[in-house]
């Protein structure tokens, strides 16, 4: 049972240099107290789960549901900001996900620290987060 997040899609110029080997320039964000706060996580960490829907105008993009997704990690002021991982970005950006007013959720199951520990998310029950 994982975080369930709902966010806009923002678009940065580029991502923080120290996390800029992994990470676009897109990103979504979600509430530290739901992510990084309770696991302890940190910069640079990767944040796993799969695409629940993207929509663009109230209307959902076909060929997203249920693709595994993962973002990096970067805290900014009580905010996580989870940038899309290079590995993930092919996929959004050949369905035109690369500008500002989609909306994204996703279901995130799993952290995975720079040491390699991995750590499941919310394993007891789903919770919801609004980005």
Known sequence: MPLLVSSPIYVSSAPPSSIADEACYVFITVRSRWLSKPYGLSDGD??????????????????????????????????????????????LRDHG??????????????????SGQEIRLYPKREIRAEG
Do not use: C, N, Q
């Open 46 to 91: 990767i944040i796993s789960g799969e695409i629940i829907e993207v929509r663009y105008k109230g209307e959902e993009l076909e060929g997203l549901s249920g693709a595994p997704a993962s973002f990096v990690l970067w805290t900014v002021a009580g905010a996580d900001h989870l940038y899309v991982h290079k590995g993930t970005w092919p996929l």
């Open 97 to 114: 996900v690369i500008y500002e007013g989609h909306v994204m959720v996703v279901r995130l199951d799993r952290a995975t620290r720079a």
